[in-house]
């Protein structure tokens, strides 16, 4: 009898043993990230140092931007509360390896996706929030109203590390003009520097251009050339290798991009649950079960175009009322003449 | 020599622990690599870098290999210390000597000095340099030329190119001149030794370097012309020197504040070092019949400079690895070619960094070897 009593008790203790491994591989598979997120309470997300439109703070230390709103419908997401978000201010040359290393989960900081970076340094690239392309400023008074009007010797302010170095190589060769690149670290001695006239020209992002000019002396003084010369797809980035966080990421950033397309605000959302639409049902929570191949709830996306809004809200607010780029440009809905199209959320 | 455990066991735990230590990071970032994807090697060196530098000692540009980025950013760092420690040595000297001059106003000009600039940050003090010089400096075309040939502006310094011709016959006979002041000096000392008979060995030295690379010229058909700057035109707001030699702002912010902040701490080890000299040294030198200028030269200063160099060293070395900070100021070094650009572009942290540090350390090792080999050619030969 005991012996039987004591053979039972090793056998529950061996099924306890394997059930308890079968938990711990279900709750792995949900995302190492994902749970290391909710057991913290905050998503830890890579942001610039300040860039207005995009991710910026205020002197209370309150980040806005397009770039933190990504971070912010993560948040709302996966922890319910769109302010749950720890920001950490990374210059552009620190910006992968915090990543890669662990010390943040989601870098949203204006980084352009390219083949190298998205295949070769242990990042993925999970999708495009504002699709940019480098451009030049210059003093209004210099005569320049052109890229065509730039001739050998001239000297460009830039930033280093990051493609917009190369860019400016591969367009200055390709016009056969020699220049002279002066790189600085950091964007605020960029802007200084040509602000006092140690460049002729100052190269960047266009949308960064639109920013800095505000932050100049006299910002009426300088113009940003009409040419694009490159490219510039922006977008949130996460680390290889767990596939279930970068879904959440990547389609964070499309329900807000959908939302938009079928007319979700914040303050429509929780009316549009009684909508005729499936499509916008399925956004708002009220048809399917999107959430749970993530590992969410129902209502994760419902949250995020309440707490967020949507792009267009998000547009709005941080880049169009500034006044840093009133026109979308190519950052409008497909529907609208831009080229915002993400796939459906279904 | 006889087993001792108890004096290897200490040693010997402290050995595995390091190793221990050592191994467990190293095992740590291969697996966290791994896991990440990311590829370990230093093969990224050869591939061609695709990006330009402002200024560079040898031919680059964007078509070249990383390791050539790399050598451009190594030469910029090491043309910065080098002019950063002449400028820095010569002004300490002086500085430290004027701290003893019984003069006043030297003396507390000198202090003053010393004490601004030695109780600033660093990096203040290049952006001050960097912003207060561009601020203050003309725009190309509004300035006024130096002597008619050297122009100052916020685009940099813009002097004269020489344009030599047969310059390696100018360059034979500065070597021809230097070889025959050795040799005089050595015969002159040993004259002295013999018959006590001085020779003006300086008088003749200058001679010597004056008159073979003039006959040079005379009979030896070199010829030196000068390629003066030439206002050029971009825009209609906006210009550039062109011909002559551009030296860009930010180096010589970047010098003026290194070499202004170090000579702060060698004008002290200057000052320590002549202090240190004991005052019956100058007395007995006086006694004998020297005159001051003897006396510094024959006695105080061959003692002082033993206690000057080994701090002085040290100065020099914070010297080369506070040019890091050139960075700030986008001036082409190292960190910023090397451990920025190129760190960016290929993603390949561990290896650039690692290189780069090694690159600081051999930089610094070559310098307190040469600082020691110095130290010890003037230290006390006991006979």
């Keep these: 009898m005991f012996k039987i009593v004591k053979q039972l008790t090793s056998l529950v203790a061996v099924f306890a043993v394997l059930f308890a491994f079968t938990t711990e591989t279900m ?30 703070a205020d002197a209370a230390g309150n980040w806005t931007g397009v770039d933190v709103d990504v971070c912010r419908a993560v948040a709302a997401a996966v922890l319910g509360d769109a302010s749950k978000v720890k920001f950490t201010p990374l210059s552009a040359k620190e910006r992968f390896t915090a990543l890669t290393s662990g010390e943040i989960d989601v870098l949203s900081r204006n980084t352009t996706w390219t083949l190298s970076r998205d295949a070769d340094i242990g990042l993925t690239f999970v999708g495009v929030n504002f699709y940019d392309g480098q451009g030049f400023m210059v003093r209004k008074n210099s005569g320049i109203n052109s890229v065509n009007d730039f001739k050998d010797g001239i000297s460009a302010c830039t930033n280093i590390g990051t493609t917009t170095e190369l860019n400016m190589r591969d367009f200055f060769n390709s016009k056969g003009i020699s220049y002279e690149p002066v790189a600085f670290e950091k964007a605020d001695e960029v802007v200084a520097a040509y602000d006092a006239g140690r460049c002729d020209t100052y190269t960047t992002d266009k949308s960064g251009l639109a920013a800095q000019r505000t ?11 009409p040419e694009t010369i490159s ?7 996460v680390r290889q290798g767990d596939a279930v966080w970068e879904d959440i990421v990547r389609w964070s950033l499309n329900t807000m991009i959908e939302a938009e397309e079928y007319g979700i605000t914040s303050a429509n959302a929780d009316m549009m649950k009684t909508s005729d639409n499936p499509a916008i049902k399925r956004l708002v929570g009220a048809e399917g079960e999107l959430g749970a191949a993530f590992g969410l709830d129902n209502e994760w996306s419902l949250r995020i175009i309440k ?11 941080n880049i169009a009322a500034p006044g840093i780029l009133p026109d979308r440009g190519p950052n409008q809905l497909w529907t609208k003449g831009g080229i915002l199209y993400v796939p459906p959320a279904r | 020599m006889k087993f001792n455990i108890k004096k290897i066991a200490p040693q010997l735990l402290t050995l595995l622990f390091v190793i221990l230590v050592f191994g467990f990071f190293s095992y740590n970032a291969q697996l966290n690599m791994e896991n990440r994807g990311i590829d370990f090697g230093y093969g990224f060196l050869s591939q061609e870098s695709s990006f330009d530098v402002q200024f560079s000692l040898i031919e680059y540009d964007g078509s070249h290999s990383y390791f050539r980025a790399y050598l451009v950013g190594l030469l910029n760092t090491i043309l910065v210390s080098v002019i950063g420690i002449i400028l820095a040595t010569i002004i300490g000297v002086i500085v430290g000597i004027a701290r003893l001059s019984s003069n006043y106003l030297i003396k507390n000009t000198a202090a003053f ?29 509004d300035t006024e030329s130096i002597m008619g040939v050297f122009y100052l502006t916020i685009k940099g310094l813009f002097i004269p190119a020489f344009i030599w011709e047969n310059f390696n016959i100018f360059l034979y006979s500065i070597i021809a001149a230097v070889v025959s002041i050795v040799v005089i000096k050595n015969y002159a000392r040993r004259k002295q030794e013999n018959e006590g008979k001085q020779i003006p060995v300086f008088l003749i030295s200058i001679g010597l370097l004056l008159i073979l690379p003039l006959l040079s010229f005379l009979i030896g058909g070199v010829s030196l012309s000068f ?8 825009a209609k707001t906006s210009y550039i020197y062109e011909g002559g030699v551009g030296i860009p702002p930010e180096l010589i912010a970047l ?43 024959l006695v105080v200063m061959p003692q002082a400079l033993r206690i000057i160099i080994p701090p002085t060293t040290n100065q020099y070395l914070n010297l080369t690895k506070n040019s890091s900070l050139a960075a700030a100021i986008a001036y082409p070094d190292l960190v910023l070619v090397f451990a920025g650009t190129a760190l960016m572009q290929t993603g390949k942290a561990i290896e650039i960094v690692s290189i780069t540090m090694l690159t600081y350390l051999s930089l610094s090792l070559s310098i307190s070897v040469l600082m020691n080999w110095y130290n010890k050619k003037i230290a006390i030969k006991e006979k």
């Excluded at chain 2, 030695?118 to 400096?137: D, H, K, T």
């Excluded at chain 2, 390629?227 to 971009?234: G, N, R, T």
């Excluded at chain 2, 290194?258 to 100058?282: D, M």
Aim: proline share 6%; hydrophobic share 40%.
């Design chain 1, 307 to 317: 707490q967020v809004g949507n792009y267009g809200e998000s547009y709005e607010r």
């Design chain 1, 215 to 225: 932050k100049m002396s006299n910002p009426d003084d300088h113009m940003v050339l």
């Design chain 1, 27 to 56: 709750a792995a598979k949900k995302s190492k990230t994902l749970k290391n997120t909710q057991k913290k309470g905050f998503v830890r997300c890579g942001v610039s140092q300040g860039l207005p439109g995009f991710s910026n």
């Design chain 1, 231 to 237: 490219k510039e797809p922006l977008g949130p980035v």
């Design chain 2, 227 to 234: 390629e003066i700057p030439v206002l050029k035109k971009l």
């Design chain 2, 255 to 297: 010098t003026l504040a290194l070499s202004l902040y170090t000579a702060t701490f060698i004008a002290e080890c200057v000052r320590a070092g002549i202090q240190g000299v004991g005052k019956g040294q100058k007395e007995a030198a006086a006694s004998i019949g020297l005159n001051p200028n003897q006396i510094l030269k």
């Design chain 2, 113 to 141: 000095y010393v004490e601004f600039f030695r109780n600033i940050p660093l990096l203040l003090q290049i952006f001050f340099w960097y912003f207060a010089a561009l601020r203050a400096l003309p725009l190309p075309q």
